[in-house]
């Protein structure tokens, strides 16, 4: 009786899906709270993290890390003026009238802009770092090698 070979198991991709259904969670429930506590932030709130939102959909990547860069600056510069509203008497003609300042959302959407400045300038500048510090552990590979030819001769180079 011949015996079957079993076929391996084909294994299922694992796709990471990174931290953004996390940050997601976290700006419903941020959202949830406003409704509840103070309605009109909710203006306040979407009008200023629309750059993330734009963020998350231009990010092609599976893990998003320009959207999450994006959205946690563009939260930390909505934030003072969200608390100020939250703490203060919020109103929907208050939160208008935020929002039609200029000078607020400069700074919320600079904020934004800082993060995608850190997605677009931090690739190459790590890369330089990098090819740097390589260049010079490989020197000094190189000067190692040297002093050990010199030692022990050209049989431990392995030529």
Known sequence: MAKKKNKPVAKRARRSRGGLPLLMLGFSA?????????????ILLFVGMAPTAVAIFIDREPEKHAAISVAILNFAGLSPYLADFILGAATFSQAIALVSNVFVLVVIYGAAAAGWVL????????????????DGRIETLRKEQKQLIEDWGEGVAGR
Not at 119 to 130: D, N
């Open 30 to 42: 941020v959202a949830i709270g406003l409704l509840v506590v103070a309605a009109p932030a909710l």
């Open 119 to 134: 997605v677009l300038l931090l690739p190459p500048v790590s890369a330089i770092v990098l090819g740097v510090v390589t």
